[in-house]
C-alpha cells in the first residue's frame, strides 16, 4: 500500500524536476568514470561557474517565460564589466552603479520597444546587443582598468573548510538569486502575470493584466542581472572585458531550456534553470578533469552540452505530448 | 486586400532600394571612388559569401522558423573542405555540400518530427558542431584553397566575381521555385499559417524538412566561398557558439530586406538587396575610417532604425484600411 502510494508521489517529483534527476544521474555516472569527481574543490568550482549562469538566466527566464528572448544579455554583461572596470577607478559604488544603470537602461529600451512598438524580440535584442558591444568595445578595446580589491574580497569572501577556499558570498549570491527568482515567479503577482503573458497575450490582456508593463519589467530585470553578471565576473577575472560576455547569451538560453522552461513562454521554473546552470557547470567541469584529451577537453564541452539539449528537449516534448 | 497589403510591402522594397542608392551617392560624397566598377564588384563578392547563407535562411524564416547554425556549419567547411580538397576538386566539393545538407537535414528531422523548436534546435546544433570543429581540426588552420575552389570565387565573370555570379543565380532560381511552384506556395503557405496549411493538406512536415536542408546545404556552399576568398582557413578564439555572429548577419541581411520575420511574407530578391544594403553601410563606415567598435553600434542602431520604419509603415497600411 505505502508503496504504490509513494511511487506516484516520486514519479511527480521526477517529472517536475528532470533536471535535478538528471544532474544526480551525471554526477553518479561522471564519479564511475572520473576517480575523484566529487570533490568539495570541484563543487566549489561548479558553484563559482554556475553562479554567473544563474545570474544571467534569470533575467532571461523571466524574459521567456513571457513569450520573449534576450539576446543582448551577453553583450550587457561586456559593457557592465567595462563600465566597472572604468568607474572603480574613483569609487567602488559608483562603478557598480554606474554598470547596474547600464544594465536597466538597455533593459528598459528593449521592453519599451518590444510591446510598444510589437517588434519581434529576437530583432529588438539582436539589434541592441550590436550597440551594447559596441559601446563596450569602445569604451575598453582591450581586457584591462582596475577593479578595486576590496570589491574583489566581497565578492569572492572565502573561508577554508578541509583546506579548500571556499568563497561563501558567492554561494550565498546562488541561494539568494534562486530564492529571489522562485518567490517572484511562484508567489507573487507580476510572476502570475508573467505566466499569463506568456501562456496567453490575448486572455491575459482581457484578464486585465498589464501585458505591456510585464513585459518592460521582465527586460529590465534582465538587463539588470546581466549587469549584475558582468560585476560579478569582473570581480572573478579582475579585469572589464569588451567580449567576456559573448558565451553568456548562449549559456542562458541553454540552461533556461534544458531547465524545461518552454521557448513559447509560459512553462517553466527558475530552480529548475539552476539545475540546468549546474549541469553545464558540471560537464564543464569534467570535460576539464578528463587530463586525457588535455586543451581539447574544453571542446567536448560544447558537444555533451549539444547533445544534452536535444535529448531533453525531445524527452520533456514526449511527456507533454502524452 | 491582399493585393493592396502586398502592393504597399513592395512600395517598402521600392524604398530600401532607393535608400541604398542614397547611401552610395552619399558614400561616393564622403570617399571618392567608392562607385567604381572595381569596388562595387568587390562589395558585392564580400556580399554574396554573406549573402548565400541569408538565401538559405530566407526559406527558413519563410516558413516560420530560424536557423542559427548557419555561420557553424560555416566554418565546418573551413575544417573538413581543406582535408578533403587536396588534389580532386568535384567530388570533395560534392562531399562537402552534402555535408552541409546533412547537418540542416539533421535540424529539419527533429524540429518537423520530434517537433523541438527551432531556435533551440538550431543552437544545439551549433554547440555540437562547435565543440566538433575544433576536436577533428585541432584548432590548426588546413591548407591554401583549390585552386578550382579558388576560380570558383574570385575569378572574375566581365566585371563580377565567380560567387557573385554564382549568388544571383541562386537567388533568381529561388524567387522562381517559391512564386512559380507548388512547393514555394507551401513554403509561404507555412509561415502565414501553419494550422491551416496543414488542414489543406500541404506536407508540413516534409516541407519544414526541406527549407532546413537547404538552408545547411546553402551555408556549406558560403562556407565554401569563405574558404576560397579567404584562401587560409582560419579559426577565431571564440568560446562557444563559433560563427554566430555570422547566423546574426544573415537574420538581419533577411529581416533589413523586409522579409517577415514571423514568416510569410518576402523572399530572396528582398534578402539580396537588405545583405548589399547591409555590406553598403559597412564599407562606408570602414571607409570613413570608423573603429570596429562604432560600426557594431551603428548596424545594431540601423537594424533597430529599419525595423521600426518597416513596423511604422505596415501601421499606416493598417489606418488607411480602417479609415
Known amino acids: 500500500m505505502v508503496q504504490s502510494k509513494l511511487s506516484p508521489k516520486l514519479k511527480k517529483f521526477a517529472t517536475a524536476y528532470t533536471v535535478y534527476v538528471l544532474l544526480i544521474l551525471f554526477w553518479i555516472a561522471s564519479s564511475l568514470f572520473v576517480k575523484n569527481f566529487i570533490t568539495l574543490y570541484n563543487m566549489v568550482t561548479i558553484v563559482i561557474v554556475c553562479t554567473s549562469i544563474s545570474l544571467v538566466s534569470l533575467g532571461q527566464n523571466m524574459v521567456i517565460l513571457t513569450g520573449g528572448i534576450d539576446l543582448s544579455v551577453g553583450a550587457v554583461l561586456s559593457l557592465a564589466t567595462a563600465l566597472a572596470s572604468i568607474f572603480m577607478k574613483s569609487d567602488t559604488i559608483l562603478g557598480v552603479a554606474v554598470a547596474l544603470a547600464a544594465g536597466l537602461l538597455i533593459g528598459l529600451f528593449n521592453g519599451l520597444i518590444v510591446s510598444k512598438l510589437k517588434i519581434e524580440p529576437f530583432i529588438v535584442t539582436l539589434g541592441s546587443m550590436g550597440i551594447a558591444s559596441g559601446l563596450a568595445l569602445y569604451l575598453r578595446p582591450a581586457p584591462g582598468g582596475y577593479i578595486s580589491p576590496e570589491f574583489i574580497n566581497l565578492v569572492f569572501y572565502s573561508i577554508k573548510i578541509f583546506d579548500v577556499n571556499f568563497p561563501i558570498t558567492c554561494f550565498l549570491i546562488l541561494v539568494l538569486t534562486t530564492i529571489f527568482g522562485e518567490i517572484v515567479l511562484l508567489k507573487r503577482n507580476l510572476g502570475r502575470m508573467i505566466y499569463a503573458v506568456g501562456g496567453n497575450e490575448q486572455y491575459a490582456r482581457l484578464m486585465g493584466v498589464p501585458v505591456d508593463r510585464v513585459k518592460i519589467i521582465c527586460y529590465c530585470i534582465s538587463g539588470l542581472t546581466a549587469a549584475l553578471a558582468g560585476l560579478y565576473i569582473s570581480a572573478m577575472t579582475r579585469v572589464g572585458s569588451p567580449s567576456v560576455g559573448d558565451p553568456f547569451t548562449l549559456y542562458s538560453i541553454i540552461a533556461v531550456t534544458l531547465g524545461g522552461t518552454s521557448i513559447q513562454g509560459g512553462v517553466g521554473r527558475y530552480i529548475n534553470t539552476v539545475g540546468a546552470a549546474i549541469i553545464v557547470a558540471s560537464i564543464e567541469r569534467l570535460m576539464n578533469q578528463i587530463g586525457v584529451l588535455g586543451i581539447m577537453g574544453s571542446w567536448f564541452t560544447w558537444i555533451v552540452e549539444g547533445i544534452f539539449l536535444v535529448i531533453v528537449i525531445v524527452l520533456s516534448m514526449k511527456v507533454k505530448g502524452k | ?323
Not at chain 2, 14 to 23: D, K, P, R, T
Not at chain 2, 40 to 60: D, H, K, R, W
Not at chain 2, 103 to 114: E, R, S, T
Open chain 2, 1 to 323: 486586400m491582399i493585393s493592396e497589403l502586398e502592393m504597399k510591402i513592395s512600395r517598402d522594397l521600392l524604398i530600401l532600394v532607393a535608400v541604398s542608392f542614397g547611401l552610395l551617392v552619399v558614400s561616393e560624397l564622403l570617399a571618392p571612388g567608392f562607385i567604381e566598377i572595381d569596388h562595387l564588384s568587390f562589395i558585392l563578392e564580400i556580399t554574396a559569401i554573406v549573402g548565400t547563407a541569408a538565401l538559405g535562411q530566407t526559406l527558413v524564416i519563410l516558413t516560420g522558423g530560424i536557423d542559427l547554425s548557419v555561420g557553424t556549419i560555416m566554418y565546418l567547411m573551413l575544417a573538413i573542405a581543406p582535408r578533403l580538397m587536396r588534389e580532386e576538386f568535384l567530388l570533395p566539393f560534392l562531399i562537402c555540400l552534402a555535408v552541409g545538407a546533412l547537418v540542416g537535414a539533421v535540424n529539419g528531422i527533429l524540429i518537423a518530427w520530434a517537433r523541438v523548436p527551432p531556435i533551440v534546435q538550431t543552437i544545439a546544433t551549433m554547440t555540437a558542431l562547435t565543440g566538433f570543429i575544433f576536436i577533428y581540426s585541432g584548432g590548426v588552420s588546413g591548407a591554401k584553397a583549390h585552386p578550382l575552389l579558388r576560380a570558383m570565387t574570385v575569378n572574375q565573370i566581365g566585371p563580377l566575381h565567380s560567387c557573385t555570379v554564382i549568388w544571383i543565380i541562386l537567388i533568381i532560381f529561388f524567387y522562381i521555385i517559391l512564386h512559380r511552384t507548388t512547393y514555394g506556395r507551401y513554403i509561404q503557405a507555412l509561415g502565414s499559417n501553419p494550422r491551416a496549411s496543414y488542414l489543406s493538406g500541404i506536407k508540413v512536415k516534409l516541407t519544414t524538412f526541406s527549407v532546413y536542408t537547404l538552408s545547411g546545404l546553402l551555408s556549406a556552399l558560403a562556407g565554401l566561398f569563405f574558404y576560397g576568398y579567404a584562401n587560409i582557413p582560419y579559426y577565431p578564439s571564440q568560446t562557444g557558439g563559433l560563427g554566430i555572429d555570422y547566423a546574426f548577419s544573415s537574420i538581419t541581411a533577411v529581416v533589413v530586406g523586409g522579409t517577415l520575420f514571423t514568416g510569410g511574407k518576402g523572399g530572396p530578391d528582398r534578402t539580396f538587396f537588405g545583405a548589399l544594403f547591409m555590406q553598403l553601410l559597412v564599407s562606408l563606415l570602414v571607409m570613413l575610417g570608423l573603429p570596429q567598435a562604432l560600426r557594431l553600434l551603428v548596424n545594431g542602431a540601423i537594424l533597430l532604425v529599419i525595423v521600426i520604419i518597416y513596423k511604422l509603415l505596415q501601421k499606416s497600411i493598417k489606418l488607411t484600411k480602417l479609415s
